[in-house]
């Protein structure tokens, strides 16, 4: 078990840049989630994937987010055209639904700033 | 749905001192309840969890926490605090919904 991991862990864009953020999650969890954290605020939920569906999504993604699951493995989370209110923390954390109830493990986090 | 209130931005307390960091959470059914600690330009840590069963919760490095139902609460406290326990503090709720709805945080200095 290597946790979950989170690349890159920093990305500096200019506005109207697109960015791709990746997320491994603990190998044999079958959850994924997708969390933004702002500073001074605790991280919001964005979305969710069981295997490769994507079962729900916040009002916070806007339709310039994205996010796959492809293969029910990593997860990408793409921004489009950012703008400088998307500079926050980006963290995925994953889970198992076949351990009961499950609890969610994070990575350490992608920073972005946009410029 | 689902909310939860952490009392207090900012906490400091002496070395050795207890820590009682406070959360209060709202929930339209049985709520399963967390608190992560998270350190500078990291991610979130699991303390310890409620789900169902004994109140009282004990977590990793020394925490525990107990579940309220009649005070909506799931207070987190250490008897005695170490530098090493300086971080932020985020208490969280899953309920109906499978994400996690945290509160905004405390932040816990240690002062030696």
């Known amino acids: 078990d290597t946790g979950v991991s989170q690349n890159p862990r920093h990305k500096i864009t200019k506005r109207g840049q697109n960015v791709t953020f990746r997320c491994d999650p603990i190998?044999?969890?079958?959850?994924l989630y997708w969390y933004r954290q702002t500073l001074g605020q605790g991280p919001e939920f964005l979305t969710y994937?069981?295997?490769?569906?994507?079962?729900?999504k916040s009002r916070l993604l806007s339709d310039r987010f994205s996010a796959e699951r492809p293969k029910g493995s990593f997860s990408t989370l793409e921004i489009q055209r950012t703008e400088q209110g998307d500079s926050a923390m980006y963290l995925c954390a994953s889970s198992s639904s076949e351990l009961g109830q499950e609890t969610q493990y994070f990575g350490p986090g992608t920073r972005l700033l946009v410029l | 749905a689902q909310s939860v209130t952490q009392l207090g931005s900012h906490v400091s307390v002496s070395e050795g001192a207890l820590v009682l960091l406070r959360c209060n959470y709202s929930s339209s059914v049985p709520p399963y309840l967390f608190w992560y600690v998270q350190y500078p330009n990291q991610g979130l840590q699991l303390l310890l969890k409620?789900?169902?069963?004994?109140?009282l919760v004990k977590g990793i490095n020394g925490f525990e926490a107990e579940f309220k139902k009649s005070e909506t609460s799931f207070h987190l406290t250490k008897p005695s605090a170490h530098m090493s326990d300086a971080a932020e503090y985020f208490c969280a709720v899953s309920g109906s919904a499978r994400q996690l709805t945290f509160g905004s945080g405390t932040q816990l200095t240690v002062l030696p």
């Open positions: 190998s044999e969890h079958n959850r």
């Open positions: 994937f069981q295997n490769e569906a994507q079962l729900e």
């Open positions: 409620y789900t169902t069963g004994a109140t």
